[in-house]
Nanobody
């Protein structure tokens, strides 16, 4: 079975850091882009960051650029999202997804371009 297991969320004060992990199994990890999306209460799911399958190129939403870093460990089939200088606006459920989006734009922003989804991990940033 295909599984994406997101973990690492929690409660943190503004300015703090968290590292999210997305552990993948059941599919050829190297062949898929991995994206992180988040959904705040009452808001639509939005793309946060993604990393390509081919060369590991990384992309970020403007709102997190310079604060978040995505990376992937091909040996362990894990993608990390290092989040620093967290802000209350970063609060939400964070989901990781695997797929083969056809463009960089869709890879970063379009949830429907992904085939597999994890269950989400809650990040709460207090002010």
């Amino acid at each position: 079975d295909v599984q994406l297991q997101a973990s690492g969320g929690g409660l943190v004060q503004a300015g703090g850091s968290l590292r999210l992990s997305c552990a993948a199994s059941g599919f050829t990890f190297d062949d898929y882009a991995i994206g992180w999306f988040r959904q705040a209460p009452g808001k639509e799911r939005e793309g946060v960051s993604c990393i390509s399958s081919s060369d590991g190129s990384t992309y970020y939403a403007d709102s997190v650029k310079g604060r978040f870093t995505i990376s992937r460990d091909y040996a362990r089939n894990i993608v990390y999202l290092q989040m620093s200088r967290l802000e209350p606006e970063d609060t939400g459920v964070y989901y990781c997804a695997g797929g083969s989006p056809s463009t960089i734009w869709s890879m970063l922003t379009t949830a429907t371009s992904y085939d597999y989804w994890g269950q989400g991990t809650l990040v709460t940033v207090s002010s």
